[in-house]
């Protein structure tokens, strides 16, 4: 197994675990790309799972967002996805099988206050995936999509980097009341294990389903997608937005 990390300090497997490897890579740059897909087949004779993780989520207003945080969302959720599996399919098409695995978010599902850019990242990394398979398929490489909702992870805390722009505080209200409540819901979010173990039941489900959601506030906006119209969403999504 090989597991990607940005930094020395982050590596989690122990240098005597055998059949497993941390390798540095920054998803933001498409030569460390290229060259961590060739590292890992090297090292390990062959490739069969590509599962790319990398996420970036800033909350802010779009009117308040920096064209870095921006860039920085869109070239983590989206465009290192896309330069990791170019990197390796030449290799999947050589050995005629593969399976990729993108990690989304209900966020590619459904659009909500002050994740715009999130919400615009993952829905081209679904549509993105959801095209590429068909092109894939008669190579045999199939494409899995998982849908977590909520989990502890440092996804929404680096993204706390990015200074808002100032323009006053024309949003200011409604995004305080937009981040406690989202602190509020911290004691829910539940142990990213869950996410694993759904990751590991699409790479070993040899059908052709493409999304796997995974967590009850997951299953709750997918089952609202489903049933209620747009404007309901709209109505029961904005409703902090009627008066703050």
């Known amino acids: ?10 590596f989690f497997f122990e240098n005597n675990v055998p059949n497993a490897r941390n390798f540095l890579l920054d998803v933001s740059k498409e030569d460390q790309c290229r060259r961590v897909i060739a590292d890992v087949i090297k090292t ?11 996420g970036l989520s800033v909350m802010a207003a779009f009117e308040e967002s920096s064209q870095q945080s921006i860039d920085d969302q869109f070239q983590t959720n989206l465009y290192g996805a896309m330069q990791l599996t170019k990197a390796a399919l030449p290799y999947f098409r050589k050995q005629r099988s593969g399976l990729i695995v993108a990690v989304s978010s209900m966020a590619g599902r459904i659009g909500v206050p002050f994740y715009s850019i999130h919400a615009a990242s993952k829905f081209a990394l679904e549509g993105f995936f959801e095209s590429l398979r068909f092109e894939l398929y008669p190579f045999h490489i ?32 409604y995004l305080r009341k937009h981040e406690e409540g989202m602190q509020a819901y911290e004691v829910h979010r539940r142990d990213p294990g ?16 493409l999304r796997y959601i995974v967590g009850e506030d997951a299953i709750h906006i997918e089952k609202m ?20």
């Open 194 to 209: 869950e996410v694993a173990e759904k990751i590991w039941e699409a790479v070993h489900d040899e059908s052709n389903q």
């Open 1 to 10: 197994m090989a597991a990607t990390v940005r930094k020395n300090e982050d």
């Open 44 to 54: 390990f004779g062959s490739l069969d799972v590509l599962v790319n993780n990398a």
């Open 142 to 173: 199939r494409v899995k999509i998982i849908e977590p909702g909520s989990y502890q992870t440092r996804i929404l805390s680096n993204g706390k980097k990015y200074p808002a722009l100032q323009i006053g505080n024309t949003y200011e209200p």
């Open 225 to 244: 997608r489903k049933e209620l119209s747009e404007e309901e969403i709209f109505s029961l999504v904005g409703k902090n937005f009627q008066s703050a």
